[in-house]
T-cell receptor, first 114, second 111 residues
Framework: KAGVTQTPRYLIKTRGQQVTLSCSPI?????VSWYQQTPGQGLQFLFE???????NKGNFPGRFSGRQFSNSRSEMNVSTLELGDSALYLCASSLGVQSNQPQHFGDGTRLSIL | TQLLEQSPQFLSIQEGENLTVYCNSS?????LQWYRQEPGEGPVLLVT?????EVKKLKRLTFQFGDARKDSSLHITAAQPGDTGLYLCAGTTSGTYKYIFGTGTRLKVLA
């Protein structure tokens, strides 16, 4: 069974640019969550999508947005990039039908802002 | 705001030693997961516990969910260098579909 796939694995951008990250969940999983991981803040929740609808949102500015397609694949977009956006962005999928169903993570996209 | 505090933050031990990592909160969780993350990779799910007082074993790893479902512990027996990594706990509350992650415990096992 294929795991969660995130592309690209590495990305270098400059301040002010925008970026789109992609996540393909495990087949059959309808929930996709996005996280930002930094050494100082740990894993912070960005948002969660289920059946193409944003079901949960974390405390990030509006520059961070996402969407989910009918095949459950998800994209995350960050506009007007700032130096502080440098982080590992992780995507996780789950069945999403019950709140205690575990998440499975991809290996992340390492975003560096110059 | 729901918080999950893990202790210790860092742990460096010799191969063969035992250790316990704690995950504590003032909130009640409907389930709790433990993950291990290695450099350059995403967290890998180790276990999910859902019942207060539940104990699960995975080879040399023993996981316990507190009776009140506010805390959990991970005990490793006879640690090996392959156990090195960042250990994360994550909790969910009923109906929220939102995972709160702990602050993490970075474990290094020396050969």
């Amino acid at each position: 069974k294929a795991g969660v796939t995130q592309t690209p694995r590495y990305l270098i951008k400059t301040r002010g640019q925008q970026v789109t990250l992609s996540c393909s969940p495990i087949s059959g999983h309808r929930s996709v969550s996005w996280y930002q991981q930094t050494p100082g803040q740990g894993l912070q929740f960005l948002f969660e999508y289920f059946s193409e609808t944003q079901r949960n949102k974390g405390n990030f500015p509006g520059r961070f947005s996402g969407r989910q397609f009918s095949n459950s694949r998800s994209e995350m977009n960050v506009s007007t990039l700032e130096l502080g956006d440098s982080a590992l962005y992780l995507c996780a999928s789950s069945l999403g039908v019950q709140s205690n169903q575990p998440q499975h993570f991809g290996d992340g996209t390492r975003l560096s802002i110059l | 705001t729901q918080l999950l505090e893990q202790s210790p933050q860092f742990l460096s031990i010799q191969e063969g030693e035992n250790l316990t990592v704690y995950c504590n909160s003032s909130s009640v969780f409907s389930s709790l997961q433990w993950y291990r993350q290695e450099p350059g990779e995403g967290p890998v799910l180790l276990v999910t516990v859902v019942t207060g007082g539940e104990v699960k074993k995975l080879k040399r790893l023993t996981f316990q969910f507190g009776d009140a479902r506010k805390d959990s512990s991970l005990h490793i027996t006879a640690a090996q260098p392959g156990d090195t990594g960042l250990y994360l706990c994550a909790g969910t509350t009923s109906g929220t579909y939102k995972y709160i992650f702990g602050t993490g415990t970075r474990l290094k096992v020396l050969a």
